[in-house]
């Protein structure tokens, strides 16, 4: 995965969506954030999201294209490609070191989620925004 997020360029085009590469990575980062405990977010989470969602984002199937994010950049934002991806190497390199016994934090969507969880739902979401551009 670091070897896929390394070979994509500022000028890699989207398979479907509405992002640029940058606030992809933009966006991932900010995922990677609130599971480290960098940034705290309102738990938006209710017994629905908690199990049926919950469920079928971490059950074994394909995330489907355009789905609805609650970590969404804002439209036109802009950001700094390199940056960017630095951080995802970094952030994933730190969340690799917590490991699944380490400490997690809130989803916005999912409320609490073990390690492994976490790591599930980390490896599901880089790799469905990796594949939308191409790696």
Excluded: C, Y
Aim: glycine share 8%; net charge positive; no cysteine.
């Amino acid at each position: 995965m670091l070897r896929r997020i390394e070979r994509l360029r500022p000028t890699s085009q989207r398979g479907w969506g509405k992002m640029t590469s940058d606030q992809m990575l933009a966006h991932l980062n900010s995922t990677l954030e609130v599971a480290l405990g960098h940034v705290r977010i309102t738990d938006r989470s209710n017994i629905l999201k908690n199990s049926l969602a919950k469920f079928f984002i971490l059950a074994d199937l394909p995330v489907k294209k355009n789905a609805s994010s609650s970590m969404a950049v804002a439209k036109g934002s802009t950001f700094v490609f390199d940056a960017e991806q630095a951080k995802l190497l970094d952030l994933l390199k730190t969340a690799a070191a917590n490991g699944t016994s380490g400490e997690w934090f809130s989803h916005v969507t999912f409320g609490r989620l073990t390690g492994d969880e976490w790591g599930k739902l980390i490896w599901k979401h880089i790799d469905h925004h990796l594949r939308q551009f191409g790696e």
